[in-house]
T-cell receptor, first 112, second 113 residues
């Protein structure tokens, strides 16, 4: 069975401080993992993806994520938060080529 | 390249009416996926279509919901006799096929009153 758990529904950080959004997955197969961001009234935008290449994946806007098989985790990080990073973030596992399982989302607030 | 276009952005329907949601994939994309985002929940896969074919509809409710992707024109997600519980954001994504990236639309927010 496939599932995704985002451990925090809300995260608040101060501008300029590090961001950590946590994600654990469960998959019977070697997973493909993604992080998507959703800004208000906007479509989902792909931040980065892991597809069994390098375990440390760099994405857009300074985000990166590390695939840790032993911990079944795929946490999203950024060294320094910017106000424009405030959004909803979704961790996603891909199953059977075409099905994506989304986590319930983490709302990131950036405090000036 | 206009990206994945969904319309309308917002749709209000009374209980019992029909809702039609449209998705025009990116140019060159022949694979379309529909997702539903319910309040306080993540996105849930509904259906995967290629031109004129339904490939995987395992996430579609058994009744009242249908989807099509005709040879010409956009993909349509149709909800008959809508109920309050159908109120959600419906997202469409498209791709060139397996192994290629997925691009999502901005979604259609359906409100059933």
């Amino acid at each position: 069975a496939q599932s995704v758990t985002q451990l925090d529904s809300h995260v608040s950080v101060s501008e300029g401080t590090p961001v950590l959004l946590r994600c654990n997955y469960s998959s019977s197969y070697s997973p493909s993992l993604f992080w998507y961001v959703q800004h208000p009234n906007k479509g989902l935008q792909l931040l980065l993806k892991y597809t069994s290449a390098a375990t440390l994946v760099k994405g857009i806007n300074g985000f990166e994520a590390e695939f840790k098989k032993s911990e079944t985790s795929f946490h999203l990080t950024k060294p320094s938060a910017h106000m424009s990073d405030a959004a909803e973030y979704f961790c996603v596992v891909r199953y059977r080529r075409v099905q994506f399982y989304f986590g319930t989302g983490t709302s990131l607030t950036v405090i000036p | 390249n206009a990206g994945v276009m969904q319309n309308p952005r917002h749709l209000v329907r009374r209980r019992g009416q029909e809702a039609r949601l449209r998705c025009s994939p990116m140019k060159g994309h022949s694979h379309v996926y529909w997702y539903r985002q319910l309040p306080e929940e993540g996105l849930k896969f509904m259906v995967y279509l290629q031109k004129e074919n339904i490939i995987d509809e395992s996430g579609m409710p058994k009744e009242r919901f249908s989807a099509e992707f005709p040879k010409e024109g956009p993909s349509i997600l149709r909800i008959q006799q809508v109920v309050r519980g159908d109120s959600a954001a419906y997202f469409c994504a498209s791709s060139m096929g397996d192994g290629y990236g997925y691009t999502f639309g901005s979604g259609t927010r359906l409100t059933v009153v």
